[in-house]
């Protein structure tokens, strides 16, 4: 499979088919340090970044925000001294989406 953190989001409409999975089996592959969580019956991902300091952290939650400015799908973000949860999911269908993990694999790629 195509490196997924080279793909773009597409719009997501109302509706739209959550990944299956197939699907979502063959994009975790690609993000071993992301898991997915269950939250109110809406499965997410979710990975806990780990930074020396609060000014990192902020930088790095910064960085993701520009992210998901850019392809337009944004994340929730807790931003702590010395760490930062990021969680992706499409809020208008519920659950995950193929743009959830192209998203994952472009946050790992900031940390690299």
Not at 14 to 36: H, L, N, R
Not at 49 to 54: A, M, Y
Not at 71 to 94: F, N, S, Y
Request: include cysteine; glycine fraction near 6%; charge should be neutral.
């Amino acid at each position: 499979m195509k490196n997924i953190s080279k793909q773009h989001c597409e719009p997501c409409r109302s509706g739209a088919p959550k990944a299956t999975a197939v699907e979502i089996k063959t994009y975790c592959e690609q993000i071993p340090d992301w898991k997915i969580v269950t939250i109110d019956g809406i499965e997410r991902l979710r990975r806990v970044f780990k930074f020396h300091n609060f000014a990192e952290a902020l930088d790095f939650t910064n960085k993701v925000g520009a992210l998901a400015e850019q392809e337009g799908h944004h994340p929730a973000l807790l931003t702590e001294w010395g760490r930062v949860t990021v969680q992706w999911w499409t809020h208008r269908i519920g659950g995950l989406h193929r743009n959830d993990f192209i998203m994952a694999a472009k946050t790992d790629v900031l940390c690299e």
